[in-house]
C-alpha cells in the first residue's frame, strides 16, 4: 500500500518525532490521514490485530519524547504490549546511558472498550530505574516479572490513587501497523514486532 510506504518514509530520519521539523510534522499527519481513511479494520477491538508487543515508531506525545531528554541517558526503544486476555497495557521505555547502566521506565494499566475502536485507559504502577536492577531483558520476561513481583527495588509506586486516566481510539490496524490518537491530541504510530524481542 503506496501511503503506508509513504508513512513509513516519513518516519524513518525523525527519531520518534524529537527530530521533525514543522513541515515534516505536517507531511506526517497528512500521511496518518491518509491511511486512516483505507484503514482495513474499522472494529479493531474486535481483531486479535490488536494483541501482542508494539514498538512506537511516531508520536506527538510531548510525556514520550520528553523521555529522551533525561540526563546521561538517550531513549532506544518505547514498547506497547498489549494483551486482550486480561485487558492489560503495559507502556516499556528502554533508555541506553553509561555501558550496563540502560534504565527502565514502565507504566502498567487496564483498559476497558468503550466502544469498537476507542478503550478507556486507566493507568495503575510505574516503575524506574536501572535495568540491570530490576532484571529487566525483555518486553516478555518483563510483563511476567511485573505479574510476580509486588515491588521492585527502584522507583515502584501505584497511580490508581492518582485518578491517571484517558482514552485512546485505534484510528488505524493491520498486521503490522497500528495508529492511535489519545485524549490529549496525541497520535502514536506503532509498529507491530515479535513476542521474542
Known sequence: M???DD???LLDRVNLGNNASAAEKQAILAAIVRLEERNP???PLESPLIDGNWRLLYTTSNELLNLDRVPLYSLRNIYQCVRVASRSIYNIAELDGIPALGGLVSVEARFEPLSDRRVDVIFQRFVGGLQGAVGYTSPD??????G???RFLALDFSLADRDRR??????YLDETLRIGRGNVGSVFVLAKVSASI
Open 2 to 4: 503506496f501511503e503506508k
Open 7 to 9: 508513512l513509513i518514509r
Open 41 to 43: 479494520t474499522p472494529k
Open 141 to 146: 520476561d518483563w510483563i511476567t516479572r511485573l
Open 148 to 150: 510476580q513481583t509486588p
Open 166 to 171: 484517558g482514552w485512546l481510539d485505534i484510528t
